[in-house]
């Protein structure tokens, strides 16, 4: 059981840039989930996706973030143009439809 | 106000039990959950409760639920060291959304 894989682990970048984080989810797994969570708060939803379909995106935070599942297993979250307020700890997380949702390590994104 | 909301920081002594508490302002939840953080790492879910359950136990775990006060609470019996870390409730409606508290920083000190 390899359990959420997400990569890189830790990103560093100017402002201005774009970035793409990658998340792999437990393999039997058909939901993916997205969140942002920022020094001393809890997750905050982005999007999701079952299978290939992304079934909610009005939360994502503007129009500079965008995420994909075109194979209905990886995901890619992309931010474009970044600003220092998108440096945050990237969380992706997997289900199978049931109660359970299980998290990757994250990415933890630094914006200078 | 917040949908969840938790107390921020909880300190016990090792080998004392640990009440972590949550409230929720949303009636209609129907999974209540645990989640574990760890420093610089992903949650870990430790347990969750159906809405139509009032007590769930895992080992060490005891999960209480009272739907009349909308309070959830974990509580960890014999605190290990390893126990030290953030703890998160999070309530779901119908959808597959949840929403998370702000998470309780445990501290435990010998």
């Known amino acids: 059981d390899t359990g959420v894989s997400q990569n890189p682990r830790h990103k560093i970048t100017k402002r201005g840039q774009n970035v793409t984080f990658r998340c792999d989810p437990i393999s039997e797994h058909n939901r993916l989930y997205w969140y942002r969570q920022t020094l001393g708060q809890g997750p905050e939803f982005l999007t999701y996706f079952q299978n290939e379909a992304q079934l909610e995106k009005s939360r994502l935070l503007s129009d500079r973030f965008s995420a994909e599942r075109p194979k209905g297993s990886f995901s890619t979250l992309e931010i474009q143009r970044t600003e220092q307020g998108d440096s945050a700890m990237y969380l992706c997380a997997s289900s199978s439809g049931k109660e359970e949702q299980y998290f990757g390590p994250g990415t933890r994104l630094t914006v200078t | 106000g917040e949908d969840v909301e938790q107390s921020l920081f909880l300190s016990v002594r090792e080998g004392d039990s640990s009440v972590i508490n949550c409230t929720y302002t949303?009636?209609?939840?129907?999974?209540l959950y645990w989640y574990k953080q760890e420093p610089g790492a992903g949650l870990q879910l430790l347990t969750y409760?159906?809405?139509?359950?009032d007590m769930k136990q895992d080992q060490r775990l005891t999960v209480l639920l009272n739907k009349k006060d909308k309070h959830l609470s974990l509580r960890i019996a014999d605190t290990q060291t390893g126990d030290s870390a953030i703890y998160f409730c999070?309530?779901?409606?119908?959808?597959?959304?949840?929403?998370f508290g702000r998470g309780t920083s445990l501290i435990v000190h010998p």
């Open positions: 949303d009636s209609s939840s129907t999974y």
């Open positions: 999070a309530e779901r409606r119908g959808s597959y959304i949840p929403t």
């Open positions: 409760i159906f809405s139509n359950m």
